[in-house]
């Protein structure tokens, strides 16, 4: 497991998640979430409509989030948009992408977080790997795009349709 260090008001907390521990450490990072958003200012995430041979979409369910979505999340330090969707979609869902995924938009996300933006990709190409439910993603599966499970979000729903209908993607989320 990798460390995850904390540098919360001078203090520096070393944590190593483990199965006892992650649901204190989703605690933790959901109560200072607000603290790093104001600090950081912009904030980046990325989402990926992810399709299979069928036509259908994959979506999860998150335990500290209402509603279905598609897999993702936030773009790290460091990280470039495309290691970020691609590890977001392995640990969501046991999905390896398989070349490169296709930029769908950029889209402002001030509704929900003031200052944050989402980049969303469209993945027809992949493999999957064993995976089972986690802390953190309550449900995943592959859905047809004309029968969404109840609850799935409106902006899931806003991407979906603009892929499936070549509609030009807003500039909101």
């Given at each position: 497991?990798?460390?995850?260090?904390?540098?919360?008001?001078?203090?520096?907390?070393?944590?190593?998640?483990?199965?006892?521990?992650?649901?204190?450490?989703?605690f933790h990072l959901l109560l200072m979430q607000p603290w790093f958003r104001l600090r950081r200012g912009m904030t980046l995430g990325v989402r990926a409509a992810v399709?299979?041979?069928?036509?259908?979409?994959?979506?999860?369910?998150?335990?500290?989030?209402?509603?279905?979505?598609?897999?993702?999340?936030?773009?790290?330090?460091?990280?470039?948009?495309?290691?970020?969707?691609?590890?977001?979609?392995?640990?969501?869902?046991?999905?390896?992408?398989?070349?490169?995924?296709?930029?769908?938009?950029?889209?402002?996300?001030?509704?929900?977080?003031?200052?944050?933006?989402?980049?969303?990709?469209?993945?027809?190409?992949?493999?999957?790997?064993?995976?089972?439910?986690?802390?953190?993603?309550?449900?995943?599966?592959?859905?047809?795009?004309?029968?969404?499970?109840?609850?799935?979000?409106?902006?899931?729903?806003?991407?979906?349709?603009?892929?499936?209908?070549?509609?030009?993607?807003?500039?909101?989320?």
């Amino acid at each position: 497991m990798r460390k995850i260090c904390f540098i919360l008001l001078g203090f520096t907390v070393i944590a190593r998640p483990t199965q006892g521990h992650a649901m204190a450490s989703r605690f933790h990072l959901l109560l200072m979430q607000p603290w790093f958003r104001l600090r950081r200012g912009m904030t980046l995430g990325v989402r990926a409509a992810v399709f299979d041979e069928e036509g259908r979409i994959f979506l999860v369910r998150h335990s500290y989030a209402p509603g279905w979505l598609l897999p993702g999340g936030g773009v790290e330090r460091g990280e470039t948009i495309y290691d970020a969707v691609s590890r977001e979609v392995k640990e969501e869902g046991g999905i390896v992408i398989e070349g490169t995924p296709v930029f769908h938009g950029l889209f402002s996300n001030d509704a929900k977080f003031r200052g944050d933006h989402v980049v969303c990709f469209v993945i027809r190409k992949f493999s999957r790997q064993a995976w089972k439910p986690t802390v953190e993603i309550k449900e995943a599966g592959f859905f047809p795009v004309t029968g969404l499970p109840d609850g799935t979000t409106g902006g899931t729903r806003r991407r979906i349709a603009e892929i499936t209908t070549g509609t030009r993607p807003s500039a909101h989320w």
